[in-house]
């Protein structure tokens, strides 16, 4: 997943760091990061409107990176990367349709202040987002989720008696014509359009950064990597340090597997200082760099080793 925060940069009022799409206010830096010292809650009507299905053609067609960001959509698409083709991508037109598409089941999947055990109806949902004093389309800039916890939060929704919306209804449709369990289908990423702040660099490391957590989710030997670079080259407080950074961003940090996967997705494949600052995490610029340099040493051979920068 991807979030924004806004932090200023001490000295540079025009310097604006977006880290994760959460909070309007600004948070001061001195050294580091200094605590938050105001916050505001806005409260926004989400739009309703009946969604159109989605494009799925029989054979989804292949797209690597530059064609996936070249490409507009007026509803939302679904796109096999062309390097990884277990990853599917999702194309949406706007953040607001990225958001009724997907929100519920990322606040069944990893949102601290919601159970994990059940899917929230519409008034439940809403609450649970606004209680982390955001937006319901600024939720998530960026989504992923395993083939597994798309499965079991249909079951789930099935079991509690959650009425789905239009778009999560398409979204099932589409997902059971590809075969959600089917061995072809490992993940699904999604990116969506320009427009709601979001340019070209910041829709890039969208991209880059959902794309590096579906390589985590299909590729076996690079996610046993990560595991152990976390366990083993990573020290406890620099563990730690992604624990208050992930927490602050309410990820679920009960969940090992997704303090990894946020990890190696930010700290590795997220260098948009929009998205991503070492300090954000409590690591010196010499630290970032050394733990870098060590990860791509170990890195499996992928599509993405090759376009990773030391």
Same mark, same amino acid.
């Given at each position: ?15 604006? +760091? ?36 989605? +494009? +799925? ?254």
């Amino acid at each position: 997943m991807l979030k924004r925060l806004k932090f200023m940069l001490l000295g540079d009022p025009d310097a604006t +760091v977006l880290l994760r799409r959460r909070r309007r206010s600004k948070w001061p830096i001195a050294a580091a990061l200094l605590a938050l010292t105001t916050a505001c809650i806005t409260i926004v009507i989400v739009k309703q409107h009946p969604a159109p299905a989605m +494009v +799925v053609p029989a054979a989804l067609p292949a797209a690597d990176e530059s064609t996936l960001l070249a490409t507009t959509v007026s509803q939302t698409s679904l796109y096999r990367f062309g390097p990884a083709p277990m990853i599917v991508v999702a194309l949406f037109p706007d953040l607001h349709e990225q958001a009724i598409t997907l929100n519920r089941i990322a606040v069944f999947v990893e949102y601290a202040k919601a159970p994990h055990d059940r899917v929230l109806d519409d008034a439940a949902l809403r609450a649970a987002i606004a209680a982390g004093h955001v937006s319901f389309d600024d939720f998530y800039d960026g989504h992923d989720y395993r083939e597994a916890d798309l499965a079991r939060f249909f079951t789930t929704a099935d079991a509690d008696g959650v009425v789905l919306n239009n778009a999560e209804k398409n979204l099932r449709a589409s997902l059971n014509r590809l075969g959600i369990t089917a061995p072809g289908f490992g993940a699904l990423i999604s990116l969506p359009g320009a427009g709601d702040g979001l340019d070209a660099p910041t829709r890039a490391a969208i991209l880059r950064h959902e794309l590096s957590h579906g390589l985590y989710f299909t590729d076996p030997a690079y996610a046993a990597m990560v595991t152990l670079f976390w366990q083993t080259t990573m020290s406890a407080q620099q563990r730690e340090g992604f624990r208050r950074f992930l927490a602050d961003g309410h990820y679920d940090v009960s969940n090992d597997d997704l303090m990894r996967n946020e990890m190696q997705a930010y700290l590795i494949h997220t260098r948009n200082v929009r998205y991503f600052v070492p300090a954000a995490a409590g690591l010196s610029d010499m630290d970032a760099a050394a733990l870098r340099a060590a990860f791509l040493i170990t890195m499996p051979p992928s599509w993405l080793r090759y376009r990773t920068e030391p």
